[in-house]
């Protein structure tokens, strides 16, 4: 085991380069896969006709199919059909499309999770549906669902290191390249970056933490 | 759509559907004894066991999969041994998916109520006896639903295989997008094989968890 030459400035000048491009997709998944995940999840609470339907279906399949799949066919298949997306952008493509659907059942249950009560008061005092839903649900709602939704961006930056089968210059990606030249740099290379991850997820789930003590 | 890929190379798919159910099928067993080791641990009045179950559920929760898998496909070679992609892959997943067993087990135990084992003990049970008689009994219930849902996650997960030339549907799959060179219809296909393991199983957990909840 080499830790001098695997921890050589270079290799980890190329290390971080690779975390920069885990952070940055991760980032921007983050906040699409939210967006999708409200859409999805507020569609199939309030319920509405057809566009409920097709949710749910949609969810259905992309939460039971593996995600490694889904970020292979974006950056392969989609060109057959005249969609070229380079390895970020087919990354952040397909964490999205997975984790908006995963996010959208969090989202589902924590509107579901509130009163009834709550939602009859708010109609007997005249609010609207819209307006109920605006001030009276999503509000309580949003507090239930912080604890699973950091879970599930701690997911997410995990698996931005399946990009490694689309060659996305992410974290684990650059970590194989220094793994591949030289067997004394496995051990140390994997120890570091299983230190990165773990820092960067805990430092994660300790804001969720502060948050969910700050809702209580 | 080009149906012939699907029988044409029927017994390509099946060798690859094969490498997916039997690494999950042993990923499974390995995750479920380990996973409950843990969870013993973690739950054990030694404070030792208890801090070193914490610390390696918490380690293994936060650092990705595909990191899991490297450290046993790449791992040995730094002390000149080696493993092929299938076994280190199926030892990673495994790993990986007992952490998060581990955690579902040890929720399961402390859900039941405290009365319960007060009452076991003060009839005159042993602590095992109060264990295997009151205590598992209602917490397999409250298990049963997240680990349904892990060996899901482990039958996408086992995806990752393909990294390692893990011989599964992903691996296969890539052998006969090189043969057909239509990657769109090839990995729908693949799809279609995911899914006829994993939704199933979402729909038998989900009838599962309606029942639990009738029952109280």
Redesign the interface.
Known sequence: ?DFVGAYSAENLKFLMEGLYITLFVAFVAIILSFLLGCILGVTRYTNIPVLSQISFVFV??I???????LI??MR??????GIKLGPVAAAITALTIFEGAMISEIVRAGLASVDKGQIEAARSSGLTSVQTLWHIVLPQGLRRMVPPLVSQF?SLL?????G??ISLAEL?HN??II?GHG??Y??PT?LL??LI??TV??LL?LLSKRLEAKNA | MQFSILTDYFGTYMEGFRGTVLSSLLALVGSFLLGTLIAVFRISAVRALRWFGTGYT??IR??????VV??FY??P??FGSSLDGFTAGTIGLAVYTSAFIAEAIRAGIAAVPKGQTEAARSSGLTYVQTMTHVVLPQAIKLVIPPLGNQF?NLI?????L??VAGLDL?YFADIV?SDTF???D???F??LF??VL??PL?YGMRVWERRLQRKY
Request: net charge neutral; glycine share 2%.
């Open positions: 085991m259905e399949i939460r039971n199919l593996p995600l490694l799949l292979f066919f392969f298949a989609l060109p057959e059909v701690i995990k698996d931005t290191s399946l490694v089968v684990m970590a194989g793994i067997f004394n496995t051990i994997l970056v299983a991850y773990f997820n805990y789930s | 918490e380690f936060n650092i990705p999969l595909l990191l490297y450290i790449y791992g070679s730094a899901i996408k997960n086992s995806s990752v393909t990294i992903m997008n239509r990657t769109f090839t990995y729908v693949v799809a995911y899914l994993t939704l979402s």
